[in-house]
T-cell receptor
Framework: DTGVSQDPRHKITKRGQNVTFRCDPI?????LYWYRQTLGQGPEFLTY????????KSRLLSDRFSAERPKGSFSTLEIQRTEQGDSAMYLC????????????????FGAGSRLTVL | AQSVAQPEDQVNVAEGNPLTVKCTYS??????LFWYVQYPNRGLQFLLK??????LVKGSYGFEAEFNKSQTSFHLKKPSALVSDSALYFC??????????????FGKGTKLSVIP
């Protein structure tokens, strides 16, 4: 396993179009996260899955955003009716079940999917 | 709410000199703190974490961080900077949202430039 994979790496779209990003986490990781990062800012949390269940969604995730993780493996993040303000890097991360030694999870990030909305 | 602050947008240091990237935190309860590094067009890479125990934590690539509870700080340090250390550095704190849900809250990042 080579880590967290994200596809596509770059997406340019016109305002109003729908886009979908895919994330393949590390195979033994049951936790999956989506973050958004804009220029000059740190990553902002969007949503979290534990296995196939979506346990948390940020207020940043408007109703135009939807994320799924069928069968608890890969995940998709769809943005409908894109707006210029959606232009950002969308980062996916995964982590194993709770670290029994330290009690804290280390997130492993993918390289990200950069979205440009014209 | 848990939060971290990185007071410096940019840090410049000469190659071979020691470097420090600052981070302060605000949490309720015991803090779980992390440092990540981001190279251009790459995802974030984990450097080190503090959970409990020794206040000086050692991590990847020769980096270390010092946890200071009284000053609520978790500064990243390296004794001798390399040009290849030039990157964006992010401090993060673990936030607990209930029902076993944890996530990381990141600072805005500090751009480190190591000058040859």
């Amino acid at each position: 396993d080579t880590g967290v994979s994200q596809d596509p790496r770059h997406k340019i779209t016109k305002r109003g179009q729908n886009v979908t990003f895919r994330c393949d986490p590390i195979s033994e990781h049951n936790r999956l996260y989506w973050y958004r990062q804009t220029l000059g800012q740190g990553p902002e949390f969007l949503t979290y899955f534990q296995n196939e269940a979506q346990l948390e969604k940020s207020r940043l995730l408007s109703d135009r955003f939807s994320a799924e993780r069928p069968k608890g493996s890969f995940s998709t993040l769809e943005i409908q009716r894109t707006e210029q303000g959606d232009s950002a890097m969308y980062l996916c991360a995964s982590s194993p079940p709770r670290d029994r030694v330290s009690g804290a999870n280390v997130l492993t990030f993918g390289a990200g999917s950069r979205l440009t909305v014209l | 709410a848990q939060s971290v602050a990185q007071p410096e947008d940019q840090v410049n240091v000469a190659e071979g000199n020691p470097l420090t990237v600052k981070c302060t935190y605000s949490v309720s309860g015991n803090p779980y703190l992390f440092w990540y590094v981001q190279y251009p067009n790459r995802g974030l890479q984990f450097l080190l974490k503090y959970i409990t125990g020794d206040n000086l934590v050692k991590g990847s690539y020769g980096f270390e961080a010092e946890f200071n509870k009284s000053q609520t700080s978790f500064h990243l340090k390296k004794p001798s900077a390399l040009v290849s250390d030039s990157a964006l550095y992010f401090c993060a704190v673990r936030s607990y949202s209930g029902a076993g849900s944890y996530q990381l809250t990141f600072g805005k990042g500090t751009k480190l430039s190591v000058i040859p």
